[in-house]
C-alpha cells in the first residue's frame, strides 16, 4: 500500500476505535450498542489489517488474545444471565432497575450504573456483545488473509504432475 495511507490509516483508525467504544457505552440511551460498536472497532482493526498487512500490522493481535477477548465477553454475557436467574429466577433480568422488586436491596445497587436513565445491566451487556462480536468479525478477516499467504507461499502443481485416474 502507498505512503500516504500507512500514514493516514492508525490515527483514524484510533478514531474509529474511540466511536465504537462511544457507541458500546451510550448504546442504552442512543441508538446502537454492543453490535454497533464493535463492528465499529472491528473495521478499525480490519483498516489497519488490511493497509498494513497481516505481519506489519501496527495493531498486533495474537490468536491467543483474540480467544481470550472473546471468551471474556461471552463469560460476562453468560454471568450477568446466571446473576438474573440466580437473584430474581428469570435469566437475564436487569438487576439494576428490578421491576418486581424482587432482587434483594444490595444486589440491586451492585449492578446500579450511574446514569440518569437508570439502565441497569443492559451496558454490561452491551459491553459483553462489543468484545463478542468484535473478535468475530476481526478473526474472519485474519482467517481469510492468513489463507491467502498461505496459497501464496505453497507451490501450485504443473497440470502434468497432476495424476488423474480415469473413471470407469
Known amino acids: 500500500m502507498s505512503t500516504i495511507l500507512k500514514i493516514f490509516v492508525f490515527p483514524a483508525a484510533m478514531v474509529i476505535m474511540c466511536l465504537g467504544v462511544l457507541t458500546i457505552l451510550g448504546g442504552h440511551i442512543t441508538p446502537g450498542g454492543g453490535f454497533q460498536g464493535g463492528a465499529m472497532i472491528a473495521a478499525a482493526l480490519i ?64 449492578f446500579d450504573y450511574p446514569d440518569p436513565t437508570h439502565a441497569g445491566i443492559l451496558p454490561y451487556l452491551n459491553f459483553a456483545v462489543g468484545l463478542k462480536v468484535m473478535v468475530g468479525l476481526t478473526a ?10 498461505y496459497e501464496k507461499s505453497s507451490p501450485e502443481p504443473d497440470a502434468e504432475e497432476l495424476d488423474y485416474e480415469e473413471v470407469e
Open 140 to 149: 474472519v478477516v485474519i482467517s481469510f488473509m492468513g489463507f491467502k499467504e
Open 47 to 110: 483498516f489497519c489489517l488490511i493497509v498494513y498487512g497481516l505481519k506489519d500490522s501496527p495493531l498486533h493481535l495474537s490468536h491467543d488474545f483474540l480467544a481470550g477477548v472473546e471468551s471474556v465477553g461471552a463469560l460476562l454475557f453468560v454471568f450477568l444471565g446466571i446473576a438474573g436467574l440466580v437473584f430474581s429466577g428469570f435469566y437475564l433480568y436487569n438487576l439494576g432497575v428490578d421491576i418486581y422488586h424482587i432482587v434483594p436491596v444490595a444486589i440491586q445497587n451492585m
